[in-house]
């Protein structure tokens, strides 16, 4: 597992989104989901060679949201929240 730092880039800004840990480190030009639920297209990846930190992230991945006709907006039903995430890591009581 690697522990990144998602940074949104809007405009001419660079807004921190959250440090996350992912299985497969993404690539510049890939598309992927966030935990909003929402698309983003991947700008940068930018990784520290030799950084070792139990807080810190070992990259930073600079995103900014998908366009609105991306093929990638249309999940074809799929909803993220209910058919993607795995209940034995997410526990919500509060479902029916």
Do not use: C
Not at 36 to 47: F, K, M, S
Not at 56 to 83: F, Q, R, T
Not at 87 to 92: G, L, Q, V
């Amino acid at each position: 597992m690697y522990k990144i730092l998602i940074m949104l880039h809007d405009g001419d800004d660079y807004i921190r989104m959250n440090k996350v840990y992912i299985e497969s480190m993404p690539v510049a030009g890939q598309y992927i989901i966030h935990s909003d639920g929402l698309p983003y297209y991947v700008e940068e990846v930018t990784t520290f060679v030799g950084y070792v930190s139990s807080k810190g992230a070992i990259a930073i991945v600079v995103v900014h949201p998908a366009d609105k006709d991306a093929a990638v907006n249309n999940l074809y039903g799929v909803d993220i929240a209910e058919d993607l995430d795995d209940p034995e890591y997410n526990n919500n009581e509060n479902k029916e």
